[in-house]
């Protein structure tokens, strides 16, 4: 695999080098890993949609829109919390 350079603003390399070393890691691997598990909002839409099929076939369990847009926000107000907390 060749690498390939990326250009960011100096503030942003500063940024990352502070992670990566607060991780034990390096940019690289920090910027690979970003890559490799960040998920776009197709990605997102296709396992929502393939685990409402395995709770469906498996569980018996029919999760509506509403039921699935509720824990998104339940999940997205304890991470927030989690933040803070972690901060504090």
């Known amino acids: 695999m060749s690498d390939a350079m990326i250009r960011v603003p100096a503030e942003v390399r500063d940024r990352l080098a502070v992670i990566a070393e ?5 940019i690289r691997s920090l910027v690979q890993e970003f890559a490799e598990t960040t998920l776009t909002e197709e990605e997102r839409r296709e396992r929502a949609e393939r685990t409402r099929l395995y709770l469906a076939e498996h569980f018996g369990v029919e999760v509506t829109d509403e039921e699935s847009a509720a824990m998104g926000r339940r999940l997205r107000e304890a991470f927030a919390q989690s933040q ?3 901060a504090a």
């Open 22 to 26: 607060s991780r034990g890691t390096s």
């Open 84 to 86: 803070q907390d972690a």
